[in-house]
Nanobody, 124 residues
Framework: QVQLVESGGESVQAGASLRLSCAAS????????MGWFRQAPGKKRELIAA????????YYADSVAGRFTISRDNAKNTMYLQMNSLKPDDTAAYYC?????????????????WGQGTQVTVSS
């Protein structure tokens, strides 16, 4: 059984930066693509960034492209999300998960394992 723990969320001012972490335990995810998701109040959970098993291939939603950077450290079984130039619209609970394959495929659903999430609140 995989456990995922997200951390790093805070309340910040617009324009600030944050770095989120997703630590996995229970099994190695070094062969799996992984992704960051977020869910704002009243909205569906959405994929915002994904990364291949080796970090060489990434995907970003239009809403975060150019501001957020996804990365991973397989030796630590941990994934990161560097968030720069934060906006109030980025306010949400952020979650991580993983995919069955080594590369993210457009429209693919994650495996269904979720952590408790970490809250990011951006004020103007």
């Amino acid at each position: 059984q995989v456990q995922l723990v997200e951390s790093g969320g805070e309340s910040v001012q617009a324009g600030a930066s944050l770095r989120l972490s997703c630590a996995a335990s229970g099994r190695s995810l070094s062969s799996n693509a992984m992704g960051w998701f977020r869910q704002a109040p009243g909205k569906k959970r959405e994929l915002i960034a994904a990364i291949s098993w080796n970090g060489q291939s990434t995907y970003y939603a239009d809403s975060v492209a150019g501001r957020f950077t996804i990365s991973r450290d397989n030796a630590k079984n941990t994934m990161y999300l560097q968030m720069n130039s934060l906006k109030p619209d980025d306010t949400a609970a952020y979650y991580c998960s993983f995919y069955s394959g080594s590369y993210y495929m457009t429209g693919e659903r994650p495996q269904g394992f979720w952590g408790q999430g970490t809250q990011v609140t951006v004020s103007s």
